[in-house]
């Protein structure tokens, strides 16, 4: 599925955009070292995924139980995700709602060095603050792929 070029309405604070990378950098992290609750916890209780696949995961008891279940996968390797391109837009309506899409890019390195990728993704996050923090409310996954050829 091509995925649209979005634009702002509103650019950030560069505190804003520090934070949600800051965010980001902490949630990716626990998740490449396999803190699984730890990664959890960075969502909101009924925080949502959408596999690009289209599997569902509804709160954090189905997030951990999924990752429970895919951690054969990455026996003997290490696992980095990296994110850039973020396009960050605050809610005009919430304050305490921030809406995030960008594209990421997985890593597998084995124990020799070999490192392979992984399919490319790009990725919509509802992002909401809870008690002075942030926390994924939601995290829509777009597997990327070619965009159709223009019509002539």
Do not use: C
């Not at 279940?69 to 290490?78: G, S």
Request: hydrophobic share 35%; proline share 3%; no cysteine.
């Amino acid at each position: 599925m091509s995925q649209s070029v979005g634009t702002l309405r509103q650019q950030v604070t560069g505190d804003l955009y520090a934070e949600v990378q800051t965010f980001y950098a902490q949630q990716m992290r626990r998740v490449d070292a396999l803190d699984i609750e730890g990664f959890a916890d960075t969502f909101t209780d009924d925080g949502e995924v959408v596999h690009a696949g289209g599997q569902r995961q509804s709160g954090r008891v189905e997030m951990i139980a999924g990752m429970r279940a895919n951690l054969p996968r990455y026996q003997d390797i290490a696992v980095r995700h990296w994110f850039g391109h973020l396009l960050i837009e605050a809610d005009p309506q919430d304050e305490d709602t921030v809406r995030v899409s960008y594209y990421t890019l997985v890593t597998q390195t084995d124990r020799e060095g070999k490192v392979s990728f992984q399919p490319t993704f790009t990725v919509d996050d509802v992002l909401v603050r809870r008690d002075g923090r942030l926390l994924t409310r939601s995290r829509v996954i777009h597997r990327d792929s070619p965009a159709a050829p223009a019509a002539s």
